[in-house]
């Protein structure tokens, strides 16, 4: 697991520019017993249950990798709520990637409760869907951005990192280095971060996932789970998305080829067969 909180409470409102901006106002509780005792040996407080956090603080922040594990950790034995109907916290930040009926199904039980104490203007316990982009890199430089529609902002992440990598590959397969391919990209209309900010070939740009063997990014078994939650919201909908099933199947096969541990850029190399810049 990374440095990436899983629950991150804090007695007051703060900014908190990467995991490691810790102070004694915060107390979290990962759902990685490693990560608590790496915690706890740096003198932060930690917490063994949901419950024991929203029992000592007034705002809790969640980043969770699946929809089962925001229901439990909010609606399950020893969840935020399972304390009965009044609650501390007054207001509960969900930055987990997660399908919208999860988030309203939260949210719902979450406004359905009373503070235990109204105090500052608050009447009534509050819940905002935040999820975050950027990824590791962004975590660990204190630079990522909350938003919603989260799930659209990825499927289109997807589709670009997709078409890009297939256009290298091709040009690549046609004998243009892929320096070359890169320079005409960004200096003209298939410029897109995906070239210019988290190049998927290695040895074209330093310090993004493709330059260390495609680690510490997006692991790719979360770019499919985040194009299965797309999908299956298109679905609900009758929305037709053919990219996204295409997506969401050149996703998967990758996972299922070895590469889920992997950046997602990593569809370059191990899906395309792209190479290497020379």
């Excluded at 929809?67 to 930055?95: A, C, E, M, Q, W």
């Excluded at 256009?167 to 320079?183: M, R, V, W």
């Excluded at 099933?245 to 080829?257: M, R, V, W």
């Amino acid at each position: 697991m990374d440095m990436r909180l899983q629950y991150m409470t804090c007695s007051k409102p703060i900014y908190v520019n990467s995991p490691l901006c810790l102070s004694s106002s915060v107390c979290i509780c990962p759902r990685n017993h490693n990560v608590m005792t790496m915690f706890s040996a740096k003198g932060v407080l930690t917490e063994d249950s949901p419950l024991k956090v929203a029992e000592t603080s007034d705002v809790v922040i969640t980043m969770l990798p699946s929809s089962n594990h925001v229901l439990d950790v909010y609606t399950g034995k020893n969840g935020f709520l399972s304390g009965g109907s009044l609650l501390r916290p007054r207001l509960f930040i969900d930055s987990s990637t997660i399908d919208p009926q999860t988030s309203r199904k939260v949210s719902a039980a979450v406004s359905n409760c009373s503070l235990i104490e109204k105090r500052d203007g608050w009447k009534a316990p509050a819940m905002l869907d935040a999820p975050v982009s950027g990824g590791v890199l962004a975590a660990e430089d204190g630079t990522l951005t909350f938003m919603t529609a989260k799930i659209c902002n990825n499927l289109a992440m997807a589709i670009s990192m997709l078409g890009v990598s297939e256009a290298f590959a091709l040009g690549q397969s046609l004998g243009i280095e892929a320096s070359t391919l890169t320079k005409i990209f960004n200096s003209s209309s298939a410029r897109c971060w995906s070239s210019d900010a988290y190049n998927p070939v290695p040895g074209v740009m330093d310090g993004v996932p493709s330059s260390r063997n495609y680690t510490g990014g997006f692991a790719s078994k979360l770019m499919a789970k985040d194009l299965n939650l797309a999908a299956a919201s298109a679905k609900d909908i009758g929305f037709k998305c053919p990219l996204t099933s295409q997506a969401e199947k050149i996703f998967t096969e990758l996972c299922n080829n070895g590469h889920e541990a992997k950046d997602f850029s990593g569809v370059f190399r191990y899906y395309y067969s792209g190479k290497d810049e020379q």
